[in-house]
């Protein structure tokens, strides 16, 4: 079945410091991927995403996730995290079921940036 | 501007008291789907519906219905609210079934007493 994990549940960094928020996934075929940001109180807004081609995919501010297809993953990254990252990331797989395509989210992931 | 709209934005009810949240889309979408959020769970779908009077269940559908009467309304009923459907939810919509393109609106969070 289609699945989409996210171990970690909350991440705690330093404003400055790097970060990488994990995502495995599990489906059959060549999946569609994305990661979503929640800022409080917020919709959800659409970091990345990942069709085909380079698995180094560029987002908007200044994030950025490598497909790995061996391992099953589609990790964020970001060099150097600012306070306003503080929020909850939401990594998804872009499923074909029942004739349309479907997101199937992970848990999320709770970041909480430190001055 | 496109965007999807929800509202109300924050809803407090009572176990048993029918109630509608509403969702419209100004971007003459065909596509539209209900999503519930609880912390640990992520997103999961509740309905779709990919054109008007055309919908189907998703992944948790119990306890809800919807209608797509029009092509930019979807709106979400709960006859019959009970504690468990405290919940924040999302309405999203797409031209077409390909969910990269998806829109969400900014959520409506529901609790029910």
């Known amino acids: 079945a289609q699945s989409v994990t996210q171990p970690d549940i909350h991440i705690t960094v330093s404003e400055g410091a790097s970060l990488e928020l994990r995502c495995n996934y599990s489906?059959?075929?060549?999946?569609?991927l994305f990661w979503y940001v929640q800022s409080p109180g917020q919709g959800l807004q659409l970091l990345l995403k990942?069709?085909?081609?380079?698995?180094l995919v560029q987002g908007i501010k200044g994030f950025e996730a490598e497909f790995k297809r061996s391992q099953s993953s589609f990790n964020l990254r970001k060099p150097s995290v600012h306070w306003s990252d503080a929020a909850e990331y939401f990594c998804a797989v872009g499923a074909f079921l029942g004739g349309y395509n479907k997101l199937i989210f992970g848990a999320g992931t709770r970041l909480a940036v430190h001055p | 501007e496109a965007q999807v709209t929800q509202n109300p934005r924050y809803l407090i009810t009572v176990t048993g008291k029918k109630l509608t949240v509403t969702c419209s889309q100004n971007m003459n979408h065909e596509y539209m789907s209900w999503y519930r959020q609880d912390p640990g769970l992520g997103l999961r779908q509740i309905y779709y519906?990919?054109?008007?009077?055309?919908?189907d269940k998703g992944d948790v559908p119990e306890g809800y219905k919807v209608s797509r009467k029009e092509k930019r309304n979807f709106p979400l009923i709960l006859e019959s609210p009970s504690p468990n459907q405290t919940s924040l939810y999302f309405c999203?919509?797409?031209?077409?079934?390909?969910?990269?393109?998806?829109?969400f609106g900014s959520g409506t969070q529901l609790s029910v007493l």
């Open positions: 519906s990919m054109n008007v009077e055309v919908t």
């Open positions: 489906y059959g075929a060549t999946p569609y």
């Open positions: 990942y069709f085909s081609g380079d698995t």
């Open positions: 999203a919509s797409s031209l077409s079934r390909e969910v990269e393109k998806l829109f």
